[in-house]
């Protein structure tokens, strides 16, 4: 597949040349193509190849990708095919690219497999936090659970009395001596004569 720039000033003689394959796949039970290589050409002479990466598709659809580029801030799916050519010169960025070699009908694309995975990284960040949501809820549900049961265990028990200790000097303002047949008895003069603590 080659696209041609025509009478586009400098780009007169520029060809962008697009090898593409296609393979039988049993285990999809379908054709899928490739974007084999790319070459860029100038003046009927190939200036640079790059072999291509990841970039395939059904046959019955069209491959689309925001960024194929050789760029490695772009993940690079396109790699120079020598160290020792001129590839290495170039630098090549396709943007918001598209591409079906097979089965076109009536001159536009078909369905576009997208080049972007499900586990993108905004993806894998959102199961990450929600991850974490649901273990503070569940550790929250549980917490709440474990009260519940406290309250049920200490409902059938009765809580201890607790006396506070009174001071001698306490007592002795509450009690008065009374002296009756010889036996020493106090009489309490405030019918307080404790709290009780639960």
């Not at 290589?37 to 046959?59: D, G």
């Not at 020598?82 to 076109?104: A, H, P």
Request: glycine share 4%; net charge negative; charged share 15%.
């Amino acid at each position: 597949l080659s696209l041609k720039f025509g009478d586009i000033g400098n780009l007169k003689g520029l060809v962008i040349r697009f090898l593409l394959t296609t393979n039988y796949y049993q285990l999809s039970v379908q054709n899928w193509f490739s974007l084999h290589r790319l070459q860029l050409l100038y003046n009927h002479s190939v200036q640079a190849t790059f072999n291509a990466t990841r970039i395939h598709a059904p046959a019955t659809y069209s491959y689309h990708c925001d960024h194929v580029s050789s760029l490695q801030r772009y993940d690079a799916l396109l790699i120079p095919s020598s160290e020792n050519d001129l590839s290495q010169l170039w630098e090549v960025t396709f943007i918001d690219f598209q591409i079906q070699g097979f089965n076109i009908q009536e001159g536009h694309f078909a369905y576009a497999k997208d080049c972007a995975s499900f586990f993108s990284p905004a993806v894998l960040m959102g199961l990450v936090m929600s991850l974490i949501l649901l273990l503070v809820l569940a550790y929250a549900l549980h917490m709440l659970i474990h009260l519940k049961s406290l309250d049920k265990h200490y409902e059938c028990k009765a809580s201890p009395a607790y006396f506070a200790q009174m001071k001698d000097n306490d007592m002795g303002d509450e009690k008065e001596p009374l002296r009756n047949s010889g036996n020493e008895s106090y009489e309490l003069r405030n019918k307080q004569f404790g709290k009780i603590y639960i």
